[in-house]
């Protein structure tokens, strides 16, 4: 859950700041790799592939229609559905 946690953070905060899309994605990869590089080694490639299938499934354009509407529930709600898929995703493998 502190996982999921830490990733919705990185993709509220980073939308804030986002022009585009394409821009928001690649903010989101680079916010997963400071945070994974904090992690101690153990898990950090459990993390690393948590955080890259949360980018890779995230729908940015939809994410970026709700935050300039100002609907940050809907993009934490996504964020955390995403997330949790992953994490899952993820254990299972």
């Not at 990733?7 to 928001?24: E, G, I, N, R, Y």
């Not at 955390?80 to 994490?87: E, G, K, N, R």
Request: net charge negative; charged share 20%.
């Amino acid at each position: 859950m502190k996982k999921i946690l830490c990733l919705l953070m990185v993709f509220v905060s980073t939308s804030a700041f986002a022009q585009d899309a394409a821009q928001l994605k690649e903010m989101s990869l680079q916010a997963c790799a400071s945070q994974v590089a904090q992690l101690p080694a153990d898990q950090q490639e459990a993390a690393a592939a948590t955080c890259k299938c949360t980018v890779e499934n995230t729908d940015y354009e939809k994410m970026m229609s709700a935050t300039q509407a100002g609907d940050i529930e809907a993009v934490k709600a996504d964020a955390m559905l995403v997330a949790q898929q992953c994490v899952k995703t993820e254990t299972a493998k």
